[in-house]
């Protein structure tokens, strides 16, 4: 059974970091494809960055070059690493999984999420 819990969300100043963490307690990293998701007050919910289980990842536009995600299948953890944020970064983020065979940032296709954790950048 996957259970997703997301920390690291925070408070900060543009062009600051953030480094998201989450971690899966049902041991099924390895085989399940992870993203990142957020959704801003009166937004839909958007793929932000995505990894399968052989490693290849696929992003949103907007986040390219500045944010990374990553997983350590040992730890059960996926990670992601936010730099040079932007107001317009300010969200709650999502982790998310599901069996899917590609890295798609399509939220329809995730059927497991955490509580999600909020970040805002001032």
């Known amino acids: 059974h996957v259970q997703l819990v997301e920390s690291g969300g925070g408070s900060v100043q543009a062009g600051g970091s953030l480094r998201l963490s989450c971690v899966d307690s049902?041991?099924?990293?390895?085989?399940?494809?992870m993203g990142w998701f957020r959704q801003a007050p009166g937004k839909e919910r958007e793929g932000v960055g995505v990894?399968?289980?052989?490693?290849?990842?696929s992003y949103t536009d907007s986040v390219k070059g500045r944010f990374t995600i990553s997983k350590d299948d040992a730890k059960n953890a996926l990670y992601l690493q936010m730099d040079n944020l932007r107001p317009e970064d300010t969200a709650m983020y999502y982790c998310?999984?599901?069996?899917?065979?590609?890295?798609?940032?399509?939220?329809?296709?995730?059927?497991?999420w955490g509580p999600g954790t909020q970040v805002t950048v001032s």
């Open positions: 990894i399968e289980s052989d490693g290849s990842t």
């Open positions: 049902g041991n099924t990293y390895s085989s399940y494809c």
């Open positions: 998310a999984a599901a069996r899917i065979g590609f890295p798609s940032l399509a939220r329809y296709l995730y059927n497991y």
